[in-house]
C-alpha cells in the first residue's frame, strides 16, 4: 500500500510539474507567440509552435541586374509550410530606392506580371504567409531592369513579336518601337503611322505589322505604311486587334462595336466594300 501510494504521489508531482512548466512557458512568450503554443496545447508540449513559411528563392531574374521585357512575369520557388497550412505571397516593389510598397497580395501561384510598369530600374522582395498569419522572412533582394529605351513618361501598353523574331512595342504618347535583338528603331506620326497613342498590335500570316491606335488604324510591311479608318471612321480609338485563320483581321473601337476588314489571305483590300462591321455582338 504505502508503495502505491508513493507511486500515485509522484506521479500527482510529476503532472503539477508539466503544468508548471507550460505556464512558466506561456508567461515567457509574446502574446502572438502564447496563442500559438495554445493552439497547440492539445497535442502536447513538444513542436507546439507554429513554424513559418520558408522564404521564396527567387527564380527570374536569375541575376541581379537582369534586363527582361515589359509585362515579363516574376517568378519564385513554392514555399511549403511545416504546418501543412495554405500559403500565399505578397510582392514589394521599389523604383529608384524611392521605397518599397506593395505590387501584389494574396497571390496563390508563384509568379506575377509586371503589366502597367515602364521605368528602367526595379528592385523587388517577395514574402510567403500561411493562413494563420505567420509569415517568412524577405526573399533575397534582387534588383532587374526593363529593356527598352522608353522615357519615364511613357507607358508600353501593347507587345507583339513578329515572325522574324523582332519585338514591337506600343507606347502611349511616343508611338511604336521596335527591337531586333540590338538596335531600337521609333516609327511615329512623322513616318506615317496613323496616332501615337499605339493601343494594340497583330501580325498577320503575311508578317504585316497591325496597329490599332487614336486615330486609326496603320498596316506596316515592313517598308510602307498604310491607313484605314473603318466605314464612316468607324476605326477611330482602335484597342484590340485578332487575325482569324481566314488572316482576316477583326478590330475592336471604342464604343462602337467591331469591324471586320476582309483581307483573306493577304489579298488587296478594296475599299469600302471590303469592310463589315458589327455593333451588336459585343
Known amino acids: 500500500m504505502g508503495d502505491n501510494h508513493g507511486c500515485r504521489l509522484g506521479e500527482l508531482c510529476n503532472a503539477v510539474a508539466k503544468l508548471c ?12 507567440q502564447r496563442r500559438r503554443v495554445q493552439r497547440g496545447e492539445q497535442y502536447g508540449l513538444r513542436n507546439v509552435v507554429n513554424s ?27 514555399s511549403a509550410d511545416p504546418n501543412g497550412q495554405a500559403v500565399k505571397y505578397r510582392v514589394l516593389i521599389n523604383h529608384n530606392n524611392s521605397g518599397y510598397v506593395q505590387f501584389a497580395t494574396d497571390v ?34 534582387r534588383t532587374f531592369f526593363i529593356k527598352g529605351i522608353f522615357p519615364s513618361n511613357l507607358g508600353v501598353i ?11 512595342f506600343g507606347t502611349n504618347g511616343g508611338g511604336a518601337l521596335k527591337f531586333d535583338g540590338s538596335t531600337w528603331t521609333a516609327y511615329t506620326t512623322t513616318n506615317g503611322l496613323a496616332g501615337n497613342d499605339v493601343y494594340a498590335i497583330a501580325i498577320d500570316g503575311q508578317d504585316n505589322k497591325w496597329f490599332g491606335t487614336n486615330n486609326a488604324i496603320s498596316k506596316f510591311d515592313g517598308t510602307a505604311w498604310t491607313t484605314y479608318n473603318g466605314p464612316n471612321n468607324l476605326a477611330t480609338m482602335v484597342y484590340s486587334i485578332a487575325i482569324d485563320r481566314q488572316n ?18 493577304g489579298a488587296p483590300m478594296k475599299w469600302p466594300m471590303a469592310w463589315q462591321t458589327s455593333v451588336s455582338t459585343l
Open 158 to 168: 501593347s507587345i507583339a513579336i513578329d515572325g522574324e523574331g523582332n519585338k514591337w
Open 21 to 32: 512548466l507550460a505556464t512558466a512557458i506561456l508567461q515567457g512568450f509574446p502574446d502572438r
Open 52 to 78: 513559418p513559411p520558408p522564404a521564396p528563392v527567387i527564380k527570374f531574374p536569375v541575376h541581379d541586374g537582369d534586363s527582361i521585357w515589359a509585362a515579363s512575369p516574376l517568378r519564385w520557388t513554392k
Open 108 to 141: 496563390k501561384d508563384t509568379s506575377v506580371l509586371l503589366e502597367g510598369y515602364d521605368m528602367l530600374g526595379f528592385k523587388f522582395k517577395v514574402i510567403a504567409y500561411d493562413s494563420v498569419g505567420d509569415s517568412s522572412e524577405w526573399s533575397g533582394e
Open 248 to 265: 482576316m483581321e477583326w478590330f475592336g473601337t471604342a464604343g462602337t462595336g467591331h469591324s471586320n476588314l476582309m483581307a483573306p489571305n
